[in-house]
Nanobody
Framework: VQLQASGGGSVQAGGSLTLSCAAS????????VGWFRQHPGKERDFVAA????????TYSDSVKGRFTISKDKDKTTVDLQLNSLKPEDTAVYYC??????????WGQGTEVTVSS
């Protein structure tokens, strides 16, 4: 499985971005796809996740109500809509996929910068 993350950029506080995580290869093996973020000098934190069938979205408390994760059942892409962005959302965002065999795959990061 290969994951390609895209959509990062620079926005002002209150703005929006959409991140996409495109899966290729044995995408049919995937169970859950999630987004994580890493602030400079800190560990990678969970942001949101969704099942490959598009169900059961979950969010961290820090983004709940502002971010929306989605997966169209006919596509192999998981999107993360980031609304009402805050400077503290500035981070490198990574997508991660988990398979039925409990393997984890990571995409490369995409950087989000929110200025005040």
């Amino acid at each position: 499985v290969q994951l390609q993350a895209s959509g990062g950029g620079s926005v002002q506080a209150g703005g929006s971005l959409t991140l996409s995580c495109a899966a290729s290869g044995r995408a049919f093996d995937l169970v859950v796809v999630g987004w994580f973020r890493q602030h400079p000098g800190k560990e990678r934190d969970f942001v949101a996740a969704i099942h490959w069938d598009g169900g059961r979205p979950t969010y961290s408390d820090s983004v709940k109500g502002r971010f929306t994760i989605s997966k169209d059942k006919d596509k192999t892409t998981v999107d993360l809509q980031l609304n009402s962005l805050k400077p503290e959302d500035t981070a490198v965002y990574y997508c991660k996929a988990n398979t039925w065999a409990n393997y984890d795959y990571w995409g490369q990061g995409t950087e989000v910068t929110v200025s005040s």
